[in-house]
């Protein structure tokens, strides 16, 4: 394993899997011997400084784009639903526009064989399905995610949101992406295990251990992206998120063991994310 430091700025050598074209990016955060970066960074300031067809998996949480005012139901108060700028409402050109920049740029970084998990809602889950078919990507799966214990709808003007969609991609139609079916059967957890490679996933949300440095307003639980992450990579892989909040992804790939690279243009996100990280022992530990 191989490190490279130049003018005392880090560039980094995963096996050779991922370089940062351009030493003046430093890392927010870096655990060498787990191999596992945080970058404070704009998604799209930098994607390009990654080379092609390095990334064994990417897993996203994009922006929705659903802040518009609106109220939700949370520890039974009436709370708006507005998470920040990052996540303002807007017109459904801008919306796909986003998505299909960061969609291209994740494909040109993704191995051959390497597949990508994308979550949502209604609010932008149907642009982002669209965007992956206009760039060729094969569709593998749409998960639901069904939430055990989901917030009710104070209007009652709709039915309950009790779920999220994952869309889980192959770079290409040619592409013979990870599946590992056996491994699925060790993390059913007396669920019946048929249940665990269904497209419907039956999952409580966040768990208050999960917020002990601060929360994320949309977090996802460790559990849905654990399922995901084992589900499709291998040990030692590395994995991208171009979204990383507060760090869920990276916590649950020092946990099994894959290399993890993530960015945030949030420092008070970031700054939680590196808290759980360095809370978070590896499971050979």
């Given at each position: 394993m191989r490190y490279y430091i130049t003018n005392d700025l880090d560039i980094f050598d995963f096996d050779l899997q991922l370089k940062i074209a351009e030493s003046s990016i430093s890392p927010f955060y870096y655990d060498i011997e787990n191999k596992i970066k945080l970058y404070s960074l704009d998604t799209f300031s930098f994607l390009p400084s990654i080379p092609d067809n390095?990334?064994?998996?990417?897993?996203?949480?994009p922006p929705y784009f659903l802040s518009s005012g609106g109220i939700t139901c949370s520890n039974g108060k009436r709370v708006s639903v507005d998470k920040g700028e990052w996540d303002k409402s807007r017109d459904?050109?801008?919306?796909?526009?986003?998505?299909?920049?960061?969609?291209?740029?994740?494909?040109?970084?993704?191995?051959?064989?390497?597949?990508?998990?994308?979550?949502?809602?209604?609010h932008n889950i149907f642009s982002v399905g669209f965007a992956l078919q206009e760039l060729d990507?094969?569709?593998?799966?749409?998960?639901?995610?069904?939430?055990?214990?989901?917030?009710p709808n104070l209007t009652r003007r709709y039915f309950t949101h009790a779920?999220?969609?994952?869309?889980?991609?192959?770079?290409?139609?040619?592409?013979?992406?990870?599946?590992?079916?056996?491994?699925?059967k060790t993390i059913s957890k007396g669920e019946a295990i048929k249940s665990v490679w269904r497209d419907i996933w039956k999952m409580p949300s966040v768990d208050h251990s999960e917020k002990a440095f601060g929360r994320h307003p949309t977090q996802k639980p460790e559990g849905v992206i654990k399922r995901a992450i084992l589900a499709s990579s291998n040990p030692g892989d590395l994995v991208f998120d171009p979204f990383c909040?507060?760090?869920?992804?990276?916590?649950?790939?020092?946990?099994?063991n894959r290399k993890f690279v993530g960015i945030d243009n949030n420092i008070e996100y970031l700054n939680i994310a590196k808290k759980?990280?360095?809370?978070?022992?590896?499971?050979?530990?």
């Open positions: 390095c990334v064994d998996l990417i897993f996203a949480d459904i050109e801008s919306i796909h526009n986003f998505n299909k920049k960061w969609l291209m740029e994740s494909k040109r970084i993704l191995k051959e064989n390497g597949t990508i998990w994308v979550c949502g809602t209604f990507y094969k569709i593998l799966n749409n998960i639901v995610w069904e939430k055990k214990e989901p917030p779920s999220e969609h994952l869309i889980w991609a192959g770079k290409t139609k040619h592409s013979k992406h990870t599946f590992n079916y056996k491994i699925l909040g507060s760090g869920t992804t990276g916590v649950v790939c020092k946990k099994q759980r990280l360095v809370s978070t022992n590896n499971r050979n530990n």
